[in-house]
């Protein structure tokens, strides 16, 4: 089954951008891929998927100043994100949908410090 584990984040200032790394053990190319967010207290959800295709969908709460990224060749999904808020401040977990269903990452924490 595929592992993933996230990378890229951190404290941060207010209005400054990041760039998250989810690389997974084995080839991707055929996964739809994801990222959530969650803040303690509060249920997981979603900030944007891309599809094996490439297809990208976000939604409200990475609209805007978050872009997904793939590269198959590196069994990597990113995520970069941009004039950062407060309200960002959550752990950061990537998402496979494989045929045995959902693989999740560890998750990383991203601090945003008004």
């Known amino acids: 089954q595929v592992q993933l584990v996230e990378s890229g984040g951190g404290l941060v200032r207010a209005g400054s951008s990041l760039k998250l790394s989810c690389e997974a053990s084995?080839?991707?190319?055929?996964?739809?891929m994801a990222w959530f967010r969650q803040v303690p207290g509060k249920q997981r959800e979603l900030v944007t998927i891309i599809t094996a295709g490439g297809g990208t969908n976000y939604a409200d709460s990475g609209k805007g100043r978050s872009t997904i990224s793939r590269d198959n060749a590196k069994n990597r999904v990113y995520l970069e994100m941009s004039d950062l808020k407060h309200d960002d401040t959550a752990v950061y977990y990537c998402?496979?949908?494989?045929?045995?269903?959902?693989?999740w990452g560890q998750g990383t924490q991203v601090t945003v410090a008004s």
């Open positions: 084995q080839s991707i190319r055929d996964i739809n």
């Open positions: 998402r496979a949908t494989t045929r045995d269903g959902f693989v």
